[in-house]
């Protein structure tokens, strides 16, 4: 499984609905794993994003769907970055 940082900022109508973010994420997770994919961690952060969230996903469709599944809902907007593990940064580098 490749693993997926998703940026999260909130909009206007996800901010006015902050409450309502714990049932969002629980049912962010569920819509993760329907669709093959894993939501491992989430965090609120301070600055220029409000959240991060941590994924894991077969591929990189799936992953985008998962990311987008979350955007269509209007809370959140996402940029999501495929991270590489620091075994796969030494294969990279060392086909170099």
Do not use: C, H, W
Not at 4 to 18: A, M
Not at 37 to 51: C, H, I, N, W
């Amino acid at each position: 499984m490749s693993t997926y940082i998703s940026l999260l900022r909130y909009t206007q109508k996800g901010i006015e609905n902050v409450k309502e973010s714990p049932n969002r994420l629980d049912a962010a997770r569920k819509a993760f794993e329907k669709r093959g994919a894993k939501l491992k961690d989430f965090y609120l952060v301070s600055g220029r994003y409000d959240a991060i969230v941590i994924s894991e996903a077969p591929d990189d469709a799936t992953a985008a769907t998962a990311s987008l599944s979350l955007a269509t809902q209007g809370n959140v907007r996402t940029e999501t970055l495929r991270a590489f593990t620091e075994e796969e940064f030494r294969k990279i580098v060392g086909g170099l």
